[in-house]
């Protein structure tokens, strides 16, 4: 089995998980907006959501 891990410097990992957390934040807000019931709404909830967790797969590098 192949190792796929991606390493980054601490810097751009802080980077990276803010900006992933504040667009999955606005995308579950937006799905929240249109209707949380709602096919849109859903899809939307779940795209923020699975972006918001991104950055767990990531490693820093010390």
């Known amino acids: 089995?192949?190792?796929h891990r991606v390493?980054?410097?601490s810097r751009t990992y802080r980077?990276?998980?803010y900006a992933?957390?504040?667009v999955g934040l606005a995308l579950v807000?937006?799905?929240l907006e249109v209707g949380g019931?709602?096919?849109?709404?859903l899809l939307l909830g779940?795209?923020?959501t699975t972006l918001g967790l991104t950055t767990v797969f990531i490693e820093k590098r010390q």
Do not use: N
Request: charged share 15%; net charge negative.
């Open 15 to 17: 980077l990276l998980d």
């Open 37 to 41: 019931a709602t096919t849109t709404g």
């Open 20 to 22: 992933t957390k504040i």
């Open 1 to 3: 089995m192949t190792d």
């Open 29 to 31: 807000a937006a799905g």
């Open 46 to 48: 779940l795209s923020g």
């Open 7 to 9: 390493t980054v410097a």
